[in-house]
């Protein structure tokens, strides 16, 4: 993907948080251990949106919170290190998140979360002036749940729409968003007023039973399918538009982030496209085509362990 000419002025809101990889080497056998892998590495969907957003040269700034330990200094050093320009608060009292991500032989992911310090951004660390001039603010739905992190994330959303910035909301996960009940998600996620909304199947089916329902959530819907590449929905007027935008599959062992350096990649196409004065669909089309690109990026790059302290 080129360098852009135009750096756009990205935030991004959500976790920053320490991944705990498992990865083993055969399917596990109950009551002994098997051969593998375990890995701390940087985690968290919003980090790494903005770190990929980053390395493509956007000026991108992270808004979250750590810990005061070890691991939330490593975590800041790991983004600054990128080009990202940490808005992170150091929360007393509470770790750095983590989340164990068990990676099963094929590639398939489970989760388990302890995100910890991550929960406790608050409305009053925000300031708007982090805000000013953007051109786009990024929340992934983590950042629009729990207390009091969901209202600093709705405290964003504002923000952004009094600067006049673009806001995308990712679903990010169904299982913390199925918990509400669909019309809770639905109220949490049309509260930050969405310009557009990225979803993978099983999040989509949270808040919707038809894809098309979701363009009463936000006018423009990006479905994420994996190696199938992304369905682009808008609306034309009073009819829903689609652009189907294929991929090329990519063998990885583990799959985590793909979705999240879509987003990044996406976002920046989309952002090119329309200051080109490119039609709708066409820029929804750049968008996944880089999108695409970024994820196969993510997917091929062999991604560091933590250094701590």
Same mark, same amino acid.
């Given at each position: ?9 990205? #935030? ?9 990889? &498992? ?12 051969? $593998?892998?375990?890995?701390? @590495? ?9 770190? !990929?957003?980053?390395? /493509?040269? *956007? ?13 939330? /200094? ?5 983004? @600054? ?40 951004? *608050?409305?009053?660390? =925000? ?27 709705? /405290? ?6 009094? *600067? ?14 199925? %918990? ?20 993978? $199947?099983?999040?989509?089916?949270? &808040? ?23 369905? &682009? ?16 599959? #990519?063998? *990885? ?14 976002? =920046?196409? !989309? &952002? ?34 933590? %250094?701590?302290?």
């Amino acid at each position: 993907m080129p360098v852009p000419a135009h750096r756009p002025r990205i #935030v991004v809101i959500g976790d920053l948080i320490v991944d705990v990889v &498992l990865a083993p080497s055969a399917d596990l056998v109950s009551g002994t251990d098997v051969p $593998g892998r375990v890995m701390l @590495r940087q985690g968290g969907s919003a980090t790494t949106t903005a770190r !990929w957003l980053a390395r /493509r040269r *956007a000026d991108v700034s992270l808004v979250a919170s750590v810990g005061r330990d070890s691991a939330g /200094r490593a975590l800041i050093e790991t983004i @600054r290190d990128d080009g990202v320009t940490p808005h992170v608060v150091r929360i007393a009292g509470h770790q750095t998140g983590r989340v164990g991500v068990f990676v099963a032989p094929g590639g398939e992911r489970s989760f388990v979360q302890d995100r910890a310090a991550a929960l406790w951004l *608050a409305p009053e660390h =925000l300031r708007e002036r982090w805000f000013d001039s953007a051109e786009l603010v990024h929340i992934p739905s983590y950042s629009l749940l729990d207390h009091p992190l969901g209202e600093a994330g709705r /405290r964003a959303a504002e923000f952004a729409h009094a *600067a006049g910035a673009l806001v995308t909301v990712d679903l990010s996960s169904s299982g913390p968003l199925l %918990a509400l009940g669909r019309a809770g998600a639905l109220e949490v996620v049309c509260g930050a007023q969405p310009d557009l909304l990225f979803a993978a $199947g099983t999040e989509a089916g949270a &808040l919707a039973d038809d894809e098309d329902s979701l363009l009463e959530v936000a006018p423009i819907v990006v479905l994420k399918r994996g190696p199938r590449g992304a369905s &682009l929905l808008y609306r034309d007027g009073g009819a829903a538009r689609r652009v189907e935008v294929a991929a090329q599959p #990519v063998e *990885a062992a583990d799959t985590t982030g793909a979705g999240d350096a879509f987003d990044a990649g996406f976002i =920046l196409g !989309w &952002l090119a496209a329309q200051r080109n004065g490119t039609s709708v669909a066409a820029s929804l089309r750049r968008g996944a085509i880089e999108g695409n690109r970024l994820a196969a990026c993510h997917l091929l790059r062999p991604r560091k362990e933590l %250094a701590f302290d």
